[in-house]
């Protein structure tokens, strides 16, 4: 990978919006196999396991992003959702349970 496509990735990496009501809110983000691209387009996924180490919160969005693990390339398909709910019970150290919708 070259340096201007990592320092891409990093300079996207998270982003702050801010609505009409001048609210911020958190855009992350993040790569997901096609295999789990499909089900969150299809409502039969509604949740996202995620290491917590972007500081998540409810209302956060997260911009899923389809991305082809064997050719490490995006397909340039996308899905967004809101981040509803937020625990950590019963997960590894770091890492939550978001309900997103």
Request: glycine share 4%.
């Amino acid at each position: 990978m070259s340096r201007y496509k990592l320092s891409f990735v990093v300079v996207y990496y998270q982003l702050i919006e801010i609505n009409c009501e001048g609210v911020e809110r958190m855009v992350h983000k993040l790569k997901l196999h096609p295999e789990y691209f499909k089900e969150v387009c299809t409502g039969k996924k509604s949740f996202e396991i995620r290491k917590n180490d972007r500081d998540f919160k409810i209302g956060d969005t997260l911009l899923l992003q389809e991305f082809k693990p064997g050719t490490q390339e995006y397909t340039g398909r996308v899905v967004e959702r809101k981040i509803t709910y937020i625990t950590d019970y019963a997960q590894k150290e770091n890492y939550v349970v978001m309900a997103i919708v």
